[in-house]
């Protein structure tokens, strides 16, 4: 069956950077992205990338982060620099197969002032 596990998330200072990472299997990804959901907001769209490496980002973060994957080991990274206390929330996993589309669990990012 398809899966994705998110890790890497954590604590850092205002100005830090961290890098999440998604772990897929069970299947051939297309598409790939991360989201993100902090308290009393909805989820949205951090960035996107292709199986072919075209990316694209949301304004908010547009030149601080950088989404990257490894196709040989199904594995997707967002490289967050630079990062605001804005920035804190869960950072969820999400990958577009032939048979359906699928979540992580979602990993926590606290970014402290």
């Known amino acids: 069956q398809v899966q994705l596990v998110e890790s890497g998330g954590g604590l850092v200072q205002a100005g830090g950077s961290l890098r999440v990472s998604c772990a897929g299997s069970g299947s051939i990804f297309n598409a790939m992205g991360w989201y993100r959901q902090a308290p009393g907001k909805q989820r949205e769209l951090v960035a996107t990338i292709t199986r072919g490496g075209s990316t694209n980002y949301a304004d908010s973060v547009k030149g601080r982060f950088t989404i990257s994957r490894d196709n040989a080991r199904n594995m997707v990274y967002l490289q967050m620099n630079s990062l605001k206390p804005e920035d804190t929330a869960v950072y969820y996993c999400?990958?577009?197969?032939?048979?359906?589309?699928?979540w992580g669990q979602g990993t926590q990012v606290t970014v402290s002032a």
């Open positions: 999400n990958a577009m197969t032939w048979s359906g589309t699928y």
